[in-house]
């Protein structure tokens, strides 16, 4: 008699927190029946890019303090007393003085999660779970086995293996176009020691996000030096020989991110927040769509009627667009490095008080409470969010640790740091010889192109189209489908289709859909083949082939959220 295996086969690929925080459900499960498989592409697990050297030097910061870090299995608190010591002294961090409201080098946090995977390993080895670790062991391909429900994954070693599950959580991936190829020019800040150069020039920055910081917080230290003054600020000096590095950072907003402040719920839960039932019944009654006003209206405005009923008065008759635009007004007005200073002295004051700026904590409540519904939103309520209220959350829940602004002000001080305001038009343009020209609209509407011998792309994690998804079978197989949302005013579809500037299909019923980034997926992030399906086998949580239908990620909070929803359907819970 053929008796199958018993025991379920878990793949997991890739090893950083995505995938560390899938083996901790998977682990405090409670359950045993299954075997897992990692494959990490790296010699070690849980740093993931971000927090490894291929996303961080020893000056980049985290954005979160450890008491908003959520749970894994000690808090960085208590790891930090069993620490190595030559970690510790690297990082000048003193045990006895650890805050746990402080934020911490990128690099000593990556140790800190690594040190988690390990206690999470030898759990699962004392409830009798078995794991392999495939280190260094990139994946090529994945396929499935409809009749069987198998998972075929393949790694570069060309050493096939069968699973019942797979967990996709390949984490960031920034396309390679022109570094390289074009000297000077560089796809991406990242990994950051590329950047660590003696350059005596102007350098072309795009964008002015967390990413934008990195880059620029590596340049500034390897052409100058950050001393603090007689009056305590930060200062820059250039070094003699880099006397003509410059940095002129290109935003499309003209806005600089907003700065980190003291979090009331620092895990960006709230009680008053819309339940799953709430969102289910209220689509019932909206042709299936959720509404992107009703969210904004229960799931941000009213939670301050009982919290700050003045602030409610205020905006409790507005619709996104004027809140926006109320909210902007200010920061479009200012010069963006006064308001800076500005907000970092509020901002000083909030974590000295531990009191929240209350309506900057809720645009990120709301940016978290939207992300994993935003699949039912309306192709006219896609294209609102993104066009209106995404600037707005992406410049205030940026959350630019103190020291970061500290040393953006000294070097825009110093006249090392400056930032220009460019239009959605403007275009970058490789040159053969090496370089770019930055082709623009000024501030006076007047174009300019400027050469700039060396150029970073700064924009951040880009959402990857469905054709850049990079298991080759399963595109061929049509185990997955383009992520796509339905117009709900076919005329407003007909109007989006004509005007040429998105991707517009409309089908065999006169429906109009508007074609977003990567894949689709269902709400336990199983993906969906091209008949509808979602496929029970294989779940993805790997940011940039999800953007469509999950706009905006949040970092470690979303890899908690998302692993509970992939763990309980595995697991059949």
């Known amino acids: 008699m053929d008796i199958k295996n018993t025991k379920k086969r878990i793949a997991i690929l890739g090893g950083g927190p995505s995938g560390l925080f899938i083996y901790k459900r998977l682990v405090e499960s409670g359950a045993n029946d299954f075997e897992v498989e990692i494959f990490e592409r790296k010699s070690e697990l849980g740093s993931g890019m971000p927090y490894s050297s291929e996303g961080a030097n020893d000056e980049h910061i985290t954005n979160v303090s450890d008491n908003e870090v959520p749970q894994i299995v000690t808090s960085m608190a208590e790891w930090i007393h069993t620490a190595p010591a030559e970690l510790l002294q690297r990082f000048n961090i003193k045990p006895d003085q650890f805050n746990e409201y402080k934020v911490v080098p990128r690099l000593l946090f990556g ?16 409830a009798g779970i078995k794991t392999t670790v495939h280190f260094n062991s990139t994946v090529t391909d994945m396929g499935y086995d409809l009749e069987n429900e198998t998972v075929r994954i393949e790694t570069l070693d060309q050493n096939n293996r069968e699973f019942d599950y797979a967990v996709i959580c390949t984490g960031h991936n920034w396309p390679i176009r022109y570094e390289g190829k074009i000297p000077g020019y560089y796809d991406a800040p990242y990994p950051p020691q590329k950047l660590v150069q003696k350059l005596n020039h102007p350098i072309a920055v795009k964008g002015s996000s967390l990413t934008a910081i990195d880059a620029i917080r590596t340049l500034a230290r390897n052409n100058g030096i ?11 000096e250039l070094f003699p020989d880099s006397a003509d590095f410059k940095i002129m950072m290109h935003s499309r907003s003209g806005m600089l991110p907003a700065v980190r402040f003291h979090l009331e719920d620092s895990h960006l839960s709230n009680d008053s927040l819309l339940t799953q039932e709430e969102i289910e019944e209220h689509r019932k009654n909206n042709d299936g769509f959720l509404s992107l006003d009703f969210i904004f209206e229960k799931d941000f405005k009213e939670i301050f009627r ?12 507005f619709s996104i ?14 010069d963006p490095f006064q308001l800076l200073k500005a ?33 039912y939103f309306s192709a006219e309520d896609m294209q609102r969010l993104q066009k209106v209220l995404m600037p707005l959350i992406s410049i205030v829940i940026a959350f630019v640790p103190q020291k970061s602004c500290e040393e953006l002000l000294a070097l825009h001080q110093a006249g090392v740091l400056d930032l220009v305001p460019v239009g959605a038009d403007s275009k970058v343009e490789p040159q053969s010889e090496g370089g770019i020209l930055y082709h623009f609209r000024d501030e006076n509407d007047e174009n300019q192109s400027v050469y700039y011998q060396t150029f970073v792309d700064c924009v951040g994690q880009p959402h990857l189209a469905y054709n850049d998804f990079p298991f080759r079978s ?24 004509m005007q040429g500037k998105y991707s517009v299909e409309k ?41 469509g239908f999950n706009p905006d990620y949040s970092g470690l909070d979303f890899c908690e959220a998302a692993s509970l929803r992939i763990v309980n359907a595995i697991l059949e819970k």
């Open 111 to 126: 140790h800190y999660l690594a040190a988690q995977f390990e206690i999470l390993r030898k759990a699962g080895s004392k």
């Open 226 to 236: 950050f001393e603090a003054g007689a009056d305590g600020n930060l200062n820059f």
């Open 306 to 317: 009982e919290k700050e009923p003045e602030f409610y008065e205020r905006i409790k008759g």
């Open 321 to 334: 667009e004027d809140f926006v635009e109320h909210m902007m007004d200010l920061r479009e007005r200012l």
């Open 343 to 375: 907000e970092y002295v509020q901002a000083e004051k909030s974590i000295k008080r531990k009191e929240s700026i209350y309506w900057k904590e809720m645009l990120a409540v709301l940016s978290f409470a939207m992300n994993h519904p935003a699949k």
């Open 474 to 497: 399963l595109l061929s197989q049509k185990a997955v489908s383009p992520a796509r949302l339905k117009f709900k005013s076919p005329k407003e579809g007909s109007v989006a289709s």
């Open 507 to 547: 089908n065999e019923n006169d429906d109009y859909f508007l074609n977003v980034s990567g894949i689709a997926i269902n709400d336990n992030f199983q993906i969906i083949d091209q008949y509808g399906a979602f496929n029970k086998n294989i779940y993805i949580m790997a940011v940039p082939y999800i953007g």
